[in-house]
């Protein structure tokens, strides 16, 4: 079965790390675009960092640019979002997404997601 597993979540001080990661089943996470997404309460769902299967396209947001990179693991069909300098406004659920083809930033053109996991950035 296809399936799309997110975990790494957790809670953790301002200017700390965490390292997501993005499990999957039933496809080879290498041959699909990625988007990982995170919504906060009463906030839309929002693109962090979408990139092609060929790694050609990559879209940034401009807020965690700079902060947080994207990795694979092929071997484990698993691929990382790691965390740097996290800020109290990174505090939201945050999704694993992943399409055939492109990497749009719109959570609407995803075909699998996973349950999330949350983030809470805090003192």
């Known amino acids: 079965q296809v399936q799309v597993v997110e975990s790494g979540g957790g809670l953790v001080q301002p200017g700390g790390s965490l390292r997501l990661s993005c499990a999957a089943s039933?496809?080879?996470?290498?041959?699909?675009?990625i988007g990982w997404f995170r919504q906060a309460p009463g906030k839309k769902r929002e693109a962090v960092l979408c990139i092609s299967s060929s790694g050609g396209s990559i879209y940034y947001s401009t807020s965690v640019k700079g902060r947080f990179t994207i990795s694979r693991d092929n071997a484990k069909n698993t691929v990382y979002l790691q965390m740097n300098s996290l800020k109290p406004e990174d505090t939201a659920v945050y999704y694993c997404?992943?399409?055939?083809?492109?990497?749009?930033?719109?959570?609407?053109?995803?075909?699998?997601w996973g349950q999330g996991t949350q983030v809470t950035v805090s003192s």
């Open positions: 039933g496809f080879a996470l290498d041959y699909y675009a």
């Open positions: 997404a992943a399409i055939t083809s492109g990497a749009p930033r719109d959570p609407y053109e995803y075909d699998y």
